[in-house]
């Protein structure tokens, strides 16, 4: 499945050109905004002239991680995502082993990871601090008259399962092989249709983003979101409450959840889920594993 259709790319600079993209508190991007700021990044990594058009993208789920992600889909370079969640040393190996000639990350210990990461021709942009050996991110968002670029489909995503000793690749697969895959699409297409024929909440896909990004279910709401030139709303430090207070104050349409989070929010008591209005959501998906229900 494209990351981006090609009607809602055409659409940046027409109709939706003001319209939300991304939420992430109080911080809106348009989708104009977004495709400027992903081919400001597009133009500054490609001066970098990596060894390889493989980037390791090590951050939480932020409106960064999608001008990474546009910013590649333009550049057609692959899209490695490793889990920041490990240690420095771990994180250093995962990257070494992918073979990334750039590395995009939030990370706290920036300077450890550029320590441990033997090659110096390596690349590291930071969105925090900037120690030496390595880029900072906003220093690639400042040129206002970037190339224009127009994309022909997503990057190559790649999700890197990083065990401690010997790290596994793991891609993608976008065949609908499975029943449950092709049940999970036609459910998809269904909701879709049902948006572009105007029956939504306001004939608009609002989505909820919680499941982090580095997962391989992490952006698959978020690309059908997108790719019906709706908003993401993103909550990168899951709390039950403030899902269900999103949910209520920005009427959303659809939520890809990880059972724990479900599980999270059926123990809050009825008296608090009553006190939120949900009536707006029009498709729940479980990621990760099964979900059990009472």
């Known amino acids: 499945m494209s990351t981006y259709t090609e009607a809602a790319r055409e659409y940046w600079e027409a109709d939706i050109a003001d319209r939300a993209a991304l939420v992430d508190g109080d911080v809106v991007v348009t989708y104009a905004d977004w495709s400027r700021r ?47 969640g490990t240690t420095t040393d771990e ?5 070494t082993a992918t073979g990334a000639g750039i590395v995009i990350t939030d990370i706290d210990d920036v ?5 441990g ?3 110096p021709g390596v690349h590291v942009i930071s969105l925090g601090d900037t120690p030496a050996g390595t880029i900072s991110f906003a220093s690639l968002q400042t040129d206002e008259r970037p190339t224009q670029r127009m994309i022909r489909r997503g990057p190559r995503f790649i999700s890197f399962a ?38 939504g909440v306001a004939g608009v896909h609002r989505a909820l983003i919680t499941i982090p990004l580095s997962y391989g ?12 030139s709706g908003t993401c709303y993103l ?6 409450v403030e899902a269900l207070r999103l949910i209520q104050r920005h009427r959303i349409t659809h939520w890809t959840a990880l059972p724990m989070m479900l599980e999270q929010i059926r123990v809050l ?11 707006s959501m029009r498709m729940l998906a479980v990621g990760g594993r099964r979900c059990r229900c009472r």
């Open 269 to 279: 008591g009825d008296d608090v889920l009553d006190s939120y209005d949900v009536s």
């Open 217 to 228: 279910t992490g952006p698959t709401g978020a690309r059908l979101c997108l790719s019906e």
């Open 111 to 115: 300077a450890g990871l550029r320590a």
């Open 162 to 199: 990083s065990a401690t000793k010997t790290p596994k690749e793991v891609r993608q697969v976008p065949s609908a092989a499975s029943p449950e895959r092709r049940q999970w699409l036609e459910i998809a297409r269904g909701t879709s249709r049902d948006f572009r024929a105007g029956k």
């Open 38 to 84: 992903a081919n400001q990044l597009a133009d500054g990594m490609e001066a970098l002239a990596p060894a390889a058009h493989r980037v390791c993208v090590v951050m939480g789920t932020r409106i960064e991680w999608f001008v990474a992600n546009l910013a590649l889909a333009k550049l057609q370079w692959d899209q490695v995502s490793v889990d920041g």
């Open 117 to 119: 990461l033997s090659d």
């Open 235 to 240: 909550l990168d430090s899951f709390d039950p």
């Open 91 to 95: 994180l250093t190996a995962a990257i």
